[in-house]
């Protein structure tokens, strides 16, 4: 009968010794009871886990930053200011896709052509693009690469008229890379582009490669910039 008691008291301490450790446990914030009665895990993700968390979402980033003219405008055309409105959509911690609004102001070289240089925004472009892009790793500063497609007008002052350049609207396709960093939900994205136009008229005289097979001129554009946004999720 003692060594009966004994177990049952055993059990008891056992089981209250038990009740007692769940109970801190649930005061830790490790375990909650929801309103149907099942006690379910409330410990906080891991810090990989919330950074791979603040990646995934959708994106608004805006910035700024130069551009300028390659192959045969390098010399023609100063560099210039250039803005962007990026769009993104990150299904995942290292694929997005995005859509980008992308413009810039530049000016001819008219001392190129032996004429006195208007100091002007001789060519103003707008464009879009859409692009795929793919990060190295799930980390808060992340290598990327980007490649797609778009299109882009620019419009040309008289002066610029004058010595060769057109209006003109035209495909591209635009390829590059930069680093993405992560700070919560504040997203900085800091990248460098070259575009290759698939048959552009802003400057008839200087003529090229192909570009999938298509006639283009012998130039195309890059374009530096800093993005500012957040992540949405």
Do not use: C
Request: aromatic residues 10%.
């Amino acid at each position: 009968m003692m060594r009966s008691s004994g177990i049952v008291a055993a059990a008891a301490a056992m089981a209250w010794a038990g009740l007692a450790r769940a109970e801190d446990w649930r005061d830790s914030g490790n375990v909650s009871t929801q309103d149907d009665g099942v006690q379910r895990s409330d410990s906080p993700p891991t810090s990989q886990e919330q950074v791979e968390r603040n990646l995934t979402g959708v994106s608004v980033l805006v910035g700024g930053g130069v551009e300028g003219y390659t192959g045969s405008l390098a010399p023609r055309v100063a560099v210039g200011p250039a803005w962007n409105v990026i769009f993104g959509f990150h299904p995942s911690s290292t694929f997005g896709v995005e859509l980008a609004y992308t413009g810039a102001l530049n000016s001819v070289q008219f001392d190129n052509f032996g004429l006195d240089p208007s100091n002007a925004a001789d060519i103003i472009r707008n464009g879009g693009h859409a692009a795929l892009t793919f990060a190295l790793g799930p980390w808060m500063v992340q290598p990327f690469a980007l490649a797609g497609v778009g299109v882009n007008h620019s419009e040309v002052s008289q002066a610029a008229r004058d010595v060769g350049f057109r209006s003109t609207t035209a495909g591209y396709i635009p390829f590059g890379g930069g680093f993405r960093a992560q700070i919560d939900r504040v997203t900085m994205d800091l990248r460098g582009s070259w575009s290759l136009p698939f048959s552009d008229d802003l400057f008839p005289g200087a003529t090229g490669k192909g570009t999938l097979g298509q006639p283009v001129r012998s130039f195309g554009r890059w374009n530096a910039t800093l993005n500012v946004g957040g992540t949405f999720g």
